[in-house]
């Protein structure tokens, strides 16, 4: 007998009134996604991305982040595609109890409070699959979404130094990470 899975879906109304859904992606999602995405990476500022992934790449990107039993949800507002979120678990047996989080949200859905639902979305997402920790990196110049996290209970893991060259300016990455509970033994 196999179990079925219910998708994993949020829906609700942004701070502007539109109507939003997190919901997981879908093949038929690739060609939304590029095109959203590609306004993110356009402008360098928040995205460890420097260029989309074709139509082809994207459709076999989702495809293995199903069946490696990850998390990869887009973000839709009144029909359009406006970002994702994703949870990659470790590769290795040994770091299967992790995942790393990476988010976009394309620059006219920011300020809507959409932010904040995909941090709870992702956390209960998280807890159904009983991870024990979803780490994450932040660029120092993007305050908003570190006090993001930190708002959700991520606390700080390190810094590595100018670890990022951002249009002529050295950056720093902040790892974060939220543990789901206090578990000695795995």
């Given at each position: ?119 709870a979305y992702t956390l209960d ?19 908003i979404a570190s006090k993001l ?38």
């Open positions: 007998m196999t179990l079925k899975r219910e998708p994993h879906i949020y829906t609700f109304e942004a701070k502007d009134g539109t109507d939003v859904t997190i919901r997981p992606a879908d093949i038929r999602d690739a060609e939304q996604i590029i095109s959203a995405a590609e306004s993110i990476v356009s402008t360098r500022s928040f995205i460890q991305k420097e260029e989309t992934r074709s139509l082809e790449e994207e459709k076999a990107f989702i495809t293995d982040m199903k069946l490696s039993n990850n998390m990869y949800s887009v973000v839709e507002a009144e029909g359009k595609i406006v970002g994702i979120a994703r949870v990659m678990r470790g590769e290795l047996e040994m770091k299967r109890h992790c995942g790393v989080f990476r988010t976009w949200v394309t620059e006219d859905a920011q300020g809507k409070g959409i932010g904040t639902k995909i941090m997402w998280g807890r159904k699959e009983n991870l024990h920790k979803i780490w994450l990196t932040v660029f120092s110049n993007n305050p996290y930190e708002r959700y209970g991520f606390v700080y893991e390190g810094t590595q130094k100018d670890q990022l060259c951002i249009k002529g300016e050295f950056e720093d990455e902040i790892y974060m990470a939220y543990f789901f509970d206090q578990r000695d033994r795995c």
